[in-house]
């Protein structure tokens, strides 16, 4: 299938031979769907906390700092900011190419950019995108729509078009505008320094914005270390080009482009697993880059990360225990003790045997025992389902017949399948990307994570290149398949801790809005 230059061309990339043909083989068969068993609800599976417990939570978690805890801050925020900003492409798009007044294209058949136009003093990067203007934005017919458009998405003002989500203006202050990566060095100073008020803070990058991002960055952390009282270690990588995938042609061949060279796509957030697997901390926490609030909604979020991170080390320190019993032989193991260590990682730790599943012996229970105790551990935060339902937490089968917790994409679950499109649709909570990971052993040495994800849960979809159809493949995404073999807990979490930002006019809702 490849040829000596094709093999030269997957050498300098990092990738591996045999990985690139898991791929191919993946394009062949597809990728088989998850067989979810039944939704995640309120005590059984998602557990729910009172107001007192989540304060005892948080106590115990500031004490644990204070005892030399490290926790670590992960942000995704390679993500360019074009999508946030598709209604005013379509728009820009087809004012250029329709003979009808902008304002009329606007107001009949942009509704969303309609929305922007209105109110768009109220964004939190209103005031510099006037001077940009020449001091002034009225829609007075002297300013054309698209000229505004071409000074938020180009270099003529703004350059939203170009910049990352982490670095457009967000939210106003009275001492002036921060991007939601500043919003994100908050939040860290407010639950992730340790006890000598360092923050580590890391950020997944494009490397073309990477220079943009240290220049904020340095910026805003000589405003917020004094004002904090911490300290900011601040890195940033890239996601690795060894973990792109190929693509192929409708005949599941190698997609060639015109000079006879394999093309390779970026992978996905799931490529993002061999950035996190290098990081090293005590906790990680883990969160998307738009979902940010102001300082005035902040306290419940910081409230619920301290304590999901609580509940993750208390866990931690079960399993840790279980374990180092379980692998010392000094003194035989009781069978009353087997019964409760069974107990817990079925009743408390959510993993079900498979069905049927009997043990010849007492050594090939504890074996079974240790090595589903010995796995990355993450606690994950769930907000209740208010809209439609889909992708979220579900009990599931994995490969090895077992049933867990898994955070469940609707892409996973098919929904030509009757029984498993009603499983679906009584789902209760779904997943807002609010985790607490735990990746170190009960020996204190890293796992490594790579070894506990599912390949199986990829997905394919049909873009093109050059005028021609292709085939891409994704990893199995990061909080889902890259962590399918991990000890879940799911914990629900009040849905103010949840205010992406997918169109710009999100800013527009009164969580992003100033009092």
Same mark, same amino acid.
């Given at each position: 299938m490849f040829t000596s230059a094709d093999i030269e061309q997957i050498e300098k990339r990092g990738s591996d031979l045999s990985e690139i043909e898991k791929q191919i083989t993946h394009f062949r068969k597809g990728f088989p769907f998850l067989k979810v068993i039944r939704p995640a609800?309120?005590?059984?599976?998602? =557990?729910?906390? !009172?107001?007192?417990? /989540?304060?005892?939570? $948080?106590?115990? #978690?500031?004490?644990?700092?204070?005892?030399?805890?490290?926790?670590?801050?992960? /942000?995704?925020?390679?993500?360019?900011?074009?999508?946030?900003?598709?209604?005013?492409?379509?728009?820009?798009?087809?004012?250029?190419?329709?003979?009808?007044? &902008?304002? =009329?294209?606007?107001? *009949? %058949?942009?509704?969303?950019?309609? /929305?922007?136009?209105? %109110?768009?003093?109220?964004? &939190?990067?209103?005031?510099?995108?006037?001077?940009?203007?020449?001091?002034?934005?009225?829609?007075?017919?002297?300013?054309?729509?698209?000229? =505004?458009?071409? %000074? $938020?998405?180009?270099?003529?003002?703004?350059? #939203?078009?170009?910049?990352?989500?982490?670095?457009? !203006?967000? *939210?106003? #202050?009275?001492?002036?505008?921060?991007?939601?990566?500043?919003? %994100?060095?908050?939040?860290?100073?407010l639950y992730g320094a340790d006890n000598r008020g360092n923050v580590k803070l890391h950020f997944t990058v494009s490397p073309e914005h990477l220079g943009f991002f240290i220049k904020k960055t340095s910026q805003a952390a000589q405003h917020f270390e004094p004002k904090y009282g911490v300290k900011y270690d601040i890195t940033f990588s890239e996601q690795k080009p060894s973990t792109d995938t190929i693509a192929v042609d409708p005949e599941n061949e190698p997609f060639r482009l015109s000079d006879g060279s394999l093309f390779f796509r970026p992978a996905g957030h799931g490529a993002l697993l061999d950035n996190l697997n290098e990081l090293n901390g005590d906790i990680l926490f883990i969160k998307n880059i738009d979902n940010v609030v102001p300082d005035r909604l902040k306290k419940e979020t910081v409230r619920y990360k301290m304590a999901l991170a609580n509940i993750l080390t208390e866990y931690q320190e079960r399993i840790f225990g279980y374990l180092k019993t379980l692998e010392s032989q000094s003194d035989p193991i009781s069978d009353q003790l087997i019964a409760e260590i069974t107990s817990f990682l079925e009743k408390d730790l959510c993993t079900e045997p498979a069905d049927n599943q009997y043990y010849e012996s007492k050594s090939t229970l504890i074996h079974y025992l240790f090595n589903k105790l010995n796995r990355p551990i993450r606690v994950c935060g769930m907000v209740k389902n208010e809209g439609e339902p889909g992708g979220g937490p579900f009990w599931a089968r994995n490969a090895d017949g077992t049933i867990s917790l898994q955070v469940v994409e609707s892409s996973q679950i098919d929904h030509h399948n009757e029984e498993q499109k009603t499983i679906a649709h009584h789902s209760t909570h779904f997943n807002p990307v609010d985790l607490v990971c735990g990746v170190k052993d009960f020996k204190g040495g890293?796992?490594?994570?790579?070894?506990?994800?599912?390949?199986?849960?990829?997905?394919?979809?049909?873009?093109?290149?050059?005028?021609?159809?292709?085939?891409?493949?994704?990893?199995?995404?990061?909080?889902?398949?890259?962590?399918?073999?991990? =000890?879940?807990?799911?914990?629900?979490?009040?849905?103010?801790?949840?205010?992406?930002?997918?169109? $710009?006019?999100?800013?527009?809702?009164?969580?992003?809005?100033?009092?």
């Open positions: 609800t309120i005590g059984d599976g998602i =557990i729910r906390f !009172d107001e007192g417990q /989540v304060t005892e939570a $948080v106590r115990q #978690y500031v004490q644990k700092v204070k005892d030399g805890l490290q926790p670590v801050k992960f /942000v995704p925020a390679s993500g360019a900011a074009s999508r946030m900003f598709q209604a005013l492409f379509s728009f820009a798009e087809a004012a250029e190419n329709d003979d009808v007044a &902008a304002e =009329i294209l606007a107001e *009949h %058949h942009h509704k969303g950019a309609m /929305v922007f136009f209105n %109110h768009l003093s109220k964004f &939190a990067f209103y005031e510099e995108l006037a001077v940009s203007l020449g001091g002034s934005t009225e829609l007075n017919g002297r300013l054309k729509y698209c000229d =505004i458009i071409d %000074h $938020v998405l180009s270099d003529k003002g703004l350059n #939203y078009g170009f910049l990352p989500k982490g670095l457009i !203006d967000f *939210h106003l #202050y009275s001492d002036g505008v921060r991007t939601s990566v500043e919003e %994100h060095m908050v939040e860290g100073a890293k796992f490594d994570l790579s070894k506990f994800r599912d390949p199986e849960t990829g997905f394919i979809s049909s873009k093109s290149k050059e005028g021609k159809t292709l085939k891409a493949q994704e990893l199995p995404g990061l909080w889902n398949g890259a962590m399918a073999d991990w =000890i879940t807990l799911f914990v629900e979490v009040p849905v103010i801790t949840f205010n992406p930002v997918k169109t $710009v006019n999100d800013l527009l809702r009164p969580e992003h809005q100033p009092l």
